[in-house]
């Protein structure tokens, strides 16, 4: 008949590493009414580019109604109320 083994020993506890938090990104709101010409668009998904400024779900942004007009056919953002903040 064989021994029993002893029980393994427990191991020390590994500390987590602490990471720093993320600075949270603010949405963009363009607070100034649309001109003529311009139309206010909200952002429908991530990923889009517009006048150099990588845009994110949510923000609200003037540009020109030509682009504003691909954006809308595209499904990329939709039109915003007048007053973006509220």
Not at 6 to 31: H, L, Q
Not at 52 to 79: F, H, K, T, Y
């Amino acid at each position: 008949m064989r021994a029993a083994l002893p029980a393994p020993k427990p191991k020390a506890p590994v500390a987590a590493a602490e990471v720093a938090p993320r600075a949270v990104r603010e949405p963009i709101r363009d607070s100034a009414p649309a001109d003529d010409g311009e139309r206010l668009v909200t952002i429908l998904r991530s990923g889009v580019e517009v006048e150099n400024r990588q845009l994110a779900v949510g923000d609200i942004v003037r540009v020109g109604a030509d682009l504003a007009g691909q954006l809308l056919r595209s499904g990329a953002a939709e039109l915003a109320r007048e007053k973006a903040n509220g």
